[in-house]
């Protein structure tokens, strides 16, 4: 995601491959006398040796490159749990993560949505288990097995709705599913990220009792403190009110080329201070980047979008509004 132009990554065809470039090549050979060199051995001397130095100079070329590529390709060693990874936010997180060809690993109730998001897609690359956080016994610890990261997306409406049907309700999501699953994860994880939600401090304070009748405010922030206290490294996202998609009847190349609008600033602030909207495509780009931001580690941020160029996926703008965040 380019930060002047802030979609998510475009689908994998349009990939720019880096490679050395083959461009022709002269050399100029200058001498002491001023006398141009006459005899074809000392032509080929003066040529082997202009030779040898293209050579390595397009040796030290190629390992450069190898080393960026390097460097812009995920370790092999990291494998992300997305839990929610089927609703609004959580789609988007899986579209960046195979983007970016970071492993994933799914925990569905409906493992066959997998497929309707996100194709066909390499096993090793993205892998779905049958899995309900709202059931403690449905959390094998087969599921968390090699995980490095952790990213929450779960989550249910406000108010009561269809989506409740099946006890799907605030309680069962926001507190008992994220007090399942941080039971159950496994004290080598290096991030668990939760997606929350401003206003979650400010529960029985109007306008904010509104938005809590049925208590989703209050269950999202026992969540929060029961992963605050859990002694895992987290990052705690607070998302404005949610806007773009969700994409749930869209395929993968649609979730890649997901735009924002004219909302692709962001603003991150701390102590439940910030209200507002935010783009689910910004939300979900937050949580990727909060994984290896060591400033991100055991901070709560809310997040808000506006008018404007965004960060996009560039690391570097999204530490500087993080580290922004901690000094406000």
């Not at 749930?248 to 102590?271: E, I, M, P």
């Amino acid at each position: 995601m380019a930060s002047a132009n802030p979609t998510l990554p475009l689908a994998f065809a349009q990939r720019h491959h880096h490679g050395v470039s083959q461009r022709p090549l002269f050399f100029f050979a200058k001498f002491r006398n001023g006398v141009s060199l006459s005899t074809s051995a000392s032509k080929r001397r003066v040529l082997a040796k202009a030779q040898n130095a293209v050579n390595e100079e397009v040796v030290e070329s190629q390992s450069s490159e190898l080393k960026n590529a390097t460097q812009r390709t995920p370790s092999s060693s990291k494998l992300v749990l997305v839990v929610g990874g089927s609703g609004g936010v959580g789609q988007l997180v899986v579209a960046s993560l195979i983007q970016q060809n970071i492993k994933s690993r799914l925990i569905l109730r409906n493992p066959e949505k997998a497929t309707e998001l996100f194709g066909e897609q390499d096993k090793e690359k993205l892998q779905v288990f049958k899995g309900d956080t709202r059931n403690q016994e449905d959390l094998d610890p087969s599921i968390f097995e090699g995980v490095t990261h952790v990213i929450c997306c779960t989550g249910t409406t406000a108010f009561p709705s269809r989506r409740w049907d099946d006890d799907n309700t605030p309680e069962r999501v926001d507190w008992v599913g994220v007090k399942n699953l941080v039971s159950a994860l496994p004290s080598s994880v290096k991030r668990v990220v939760l997606v929350s939600s401003i206003g979650v401090t400010k529960f029985n304070e109007l306008p904010w009792s509104i938005m809590n009748l049925f208590g989703v405010l209050k269950y999202k922030k026992m969540g929060e403190d029961f992963l605050r206290s859990s002694g895992l490294p987290f990052t705690i996202i607070r998302a404005g009110r949610l806007t773009d998609g969700p994409y749930t009847s869209y395929d993968l190349n649609t979730l890649l080329k997901a735009t924002a609008g004219q909302r692709r600033a962001v603003l991150v602030g701390q102590g439940d201070k910030l209200v507002g909207e935010a783009s689910r495509i910004v939300v979900a780009e937050a949580c990727v980047q909060a994984l290896d931001l060591e400033v991100t580690e055991n901070q709560v941020y809310e997040i808000n979008s506006v008018e404007g160029e965004g960060p996009g996926n560039e690391a570097k703008k999204w530490q500087e509004l993080f580290e922004a965040a901690l000094s406000s």
